[in-house]
């Protein structure tokens, strides 16, 4: 592996990078980086012993650019990860230093390396974060974030591969084969007792005779899933008629769609918040057309939400989820005679 500091004709040598170089910052913190790109490699991570499943050698990745970040696959170790970035940012982020890229572009403090190879610059980072409202140490948060998640996905659709058949296998529940009116009512048992749930067609909202598709969870299992096809993963205040994110009423899910990914690809992101983030997983819904929506708490802040929504859009992940009344697909109904029903459903 040639490192990048190296020109062609010294590969095998050791580099010696000035002692500015973001790289030797980096190395002093994590020990030996193998460099894969100018700015990002893989490390061993700072708390590898508390790993509770075997280490691989591309677990942990480290990169320099935008919020220097170390990140790690495994979870156990989020605290010793959470602190080295810390030093990391705080090493590399107080000295002012400049990389050459092959091409001869200059890549600064700050600034973030693109997937496609472009330089983001930190006063393009700076003017969005004034544009958004956002502390401009958070908007670097984000920008590096997609920038990560898209040179992770490849890994990520490969370490987390869950095909649309293990789904179903590995489903704590059995689901999939029940009929229309169990599938519903057993998502039903999703929703607290007292939430007034939204169910109805796309435009079964916004008049005073659309009252009657906001109803509390015992009404809805009184009635059955023939009212409409979708729901929300919200739910809304009593008395609603209009689904809006004003009108929603503190209960919610966070369901996770993609229009891009295909049922055989989406399960690898279910898994990774699953898996990785931690998201507490609900079910997971064959929507009886190309996609699968999966139904997971949400975020506790609004700070953690802007950092997985700038993650979940570079996966493929459609950011109209963040949209709280977005409608979303009720099993139980039936589309095209085909039923909407849940595939995966927790103990
Ligand atoms: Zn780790």
Known sequence: MQCPGESPGRTGETPVLPMNDPRQIAA????????????????????????????????????????????CFHASCAPAVAAANLRLRQGIGKSSWELKLPGGVILRNGDVLQSSGAVLRREVVQARARAEGRDAGEQLVLETL?????????????????????????????????????????????????????????FSSGKPEHRTHFRPVADWYQIGPVMGNFTCGSSFKPGSFQRSNANCNGTRFLVIESDTLAKDEVGAVFSYLQKR?????????????????????????????????????????????????????VPGAWRDGKMQRLVWLKD
């Open 28 to 71: 002093g913190i994590v020990g030996a980086v193998d460099w894969q790109t100018e700015v990002s490699g893989f490390c061993r991570c700072p708390g590898e012993s508390l790993h509770t499943h075997p280490t691989g050698k591309k677990d942990c990745r480290i990169s320099v650019d935008g919020a220097p970040t170390i990140f």
């Open 146 to 202: 997609k920038a990560l998640a898209e040179r992770f996905k490849p890994e990520l659709f490969e370490t987390f591969r869950w095909p649309f058949a293990q789904i179903i296998a590995d489903s704590p529940l059995l689901v999939s084969e029940r009929d229309a009116e169990d599938q519903f009512r057993t998502w039903l048992k999703l929703w607290p007792a007292h939430c007034h749930v939204w169910i109805g067609d796309i």
């Open 277 to 329: 983030l931690r998201y507490r997983l609900h079910c997971i819904i064959d929507t009886a057309g190309k996609s699968l929506h999966a139904w997971f708490d949400a975020p506790r802040n609004q700070l953690l939400e802007a950092r997985l929504k700038a993650g979940l859009t570079a996966f493929g992940c459609d950011p109209k989820v963040f949209t709280y009344s977005q409608p979303v697909r």
